[in-house]
């Protein structure tokens, strides 16, 4: 594999989550104010004048976190969970992003192939309106040991096959360095989704971990050999914006000033 290139700061996303401490306004601001030029929103920060605020800011929305969470007990519920993500849809292109996010769900009743089926309909269920609002849907593999709270989808494989059965400018996947560095098939699965691949999202893997989902470390702190992931997702063909998504209330007894310029510098010298 050939050197990495230099990273420019100018892909730098900064996702909410990572100071989920902060409201929107205060998160947009202390990006501006480190020259952070991209920003991927959470649903739940979301207000009546959230695009106004960033776009004043001088940012620009990578994407909105998230849709899915498609498997339900009934047909009820299904039908709220559908109604949701059509509103995910209208958001995202409010925000002026094309790609939303899925985190797909669990099995509500232990079935994963049935989950798996109900992720499947649901994501046929939503192209026409995503579609109509010009949003791609981005399915998001989690890790493996998220599948009975979060994700039936797991690895990047079963991600693309659920892609690759919709046109691949309406349906992606987003690649997580967090939930996918483990997989033995990375490098081959990468390669696989050329043309599909509508972000990339970076933190690091502690060593032993705090926690499952939220404890996650800064790039650079834990086991995962990101330049090497990145080539991989860039030799795929994706030049777009990296969001760095590092789940870990911990970093709330950091200063925002003090976390967005650790952020910057990390991103410049470990990603």
């Known amino acids: 594999m050939s ?10 996303s900064f996702n909410q989550i990572t100071a989920d401490h902060l409201s ?12 952070i030029r991209w920003f991927g929103p959470w649903r739940h920060k979301l207000a009546p004048g959230a695009e106004r605020r960033i776009r004043d800011a001088g940012l620009r929305v990578s994407s909105l976190c998230r849709g899915g969470f498609f498997p339900a007990p009934d047909g009820a519920a299904r039908a709220e969970r559908d109604k949701d993500n059509r509103t995910a849809v209208e958001q995202a292109a409010e925000l002026g992003t094309d790609v939303l ?32 609002h010009g949003v791609r849907l981005g399915v998001e593999p989690l890790h493996p040991m998220m599948i009975a709270e979060r994700s039936v989808v797991v690895t990047l494989s079963q991600a693309l096959d659920l892609a690759e059965r919709f046109d691949a400018a309406e349906v992606g996947v987003v690649i997580d360095a967090y939930h996918v560095w483990w997989d033995p098939e990375l490098e081959l699965q990468v390669e696989r989704a050329a043309g599909r691949i509508l972000g990339y999202h970076v933190s690091d893997w502690l060593s032993p971990t705090p926690d499952v989902l939220a404890g996650r470390g800064m790039m650079g702190d834990g086991v995962i050999n990101l330049p090497r992931i990145r080539a991989l997702v860039e030799g795929a063909g994706y030049r777009g914006p990296i969001e760095v998504e590092v789940i ?24």
């Open 24 to 35: 929107l306004d205060e998160a947009v601001e202390a990006c501006a104010d480190v020259g």
């Open 248 to 271: 870990n209330p911990a970093l709330a007894r950091l200063e925002s000033a003090q976390l967005m310029t650790t952020v910057r510098e990390r991103f410049e010298r470990c990603c």
């Open 3 to 12: 050197p990495t290139p230099e990273l420019s700061t100018s892909r730098l």
């Open 101 to 132: 996010v899925l985190v797909c769900g669990p099995a509500p009743d232990g079935d994963l192939e049935g989950a798996r089926r109900q992720v499947l309909e649901g994501i046929e269920t939503l192209i026409p309106h995503a579609v109509e």
